[in-house]
């Protein structure tokens, strides 16, 4: 506000100099971070067609873990019953020409988890990358 000495009175005006030393900063600050490059999330693209043909079509390696006939666990792989100490070895030939080394695993409900539990880590040392879990839904879809 300014005086002025003749009338006494006050003489309103707006002092822009803070206001362009703000501005006049916001913009060296702008300049200064726009050339930086942004960093993008990674995202797995799909491959083309001709390497998807390349591959067979496998059917999936599912294992079967239920009650036999008389109450004992059995095992089965992809629909073929064997005993428990075989199903490491023949998931393990199964897989030798495979590129896909998923494996999936449907149990049934009545089981203690540490059947379930023996039957991954069985999976697991057999050479398998992922364990998925099949619910009974899943495996009437996948007709197992």
């Known amino acids: 506000m300014a005086f002025t000495a003749a009338t006494r009175s006050i003489a309103s005006e707006i002092n822009v100099t803070p206001l362009i030393d703000v501005l006049l900063v916001l913009l060296i600050i702008f300049m200064v971070i726009a050339p930086i490059p942004g960093r ?3 995202a797995a693209l799909p491959q083309s067609a001709t390497h998807a043909a390349m591959e067979p079509i496998s059917a999936p390696l599912v294992v079967q873990l239920y ?3 008389r109450g004992v666990p059995a095992y089965a792989l ?3 019953e064997m005993a428990p100490d075989e199903v490491g070895h023949r998931l393990a030939a199964a897989m030798e020409l495979r590129q896909d080394r998923t494996v999936f695993l449907h149990a049934d409900e009545r089981f203690d988890l540490q059947y379930v539990v023996g039957a ?3 999976i697991r040392r057999a050479g398998a990358s992922e364990i998925a879990l099949l619910t009974r839904k ?3 879809q996948m007709s197992c």
């Open 40 to 42: 993008g999330i990674g």
């Open 67 to 69: 009650y036999g006939d």
């Open 78 to 80: 992809n629909r073929q």
């Open 120 to 122: 991954v880590n069985t």
């Open 138 to 140: 899943d495996c009437n």
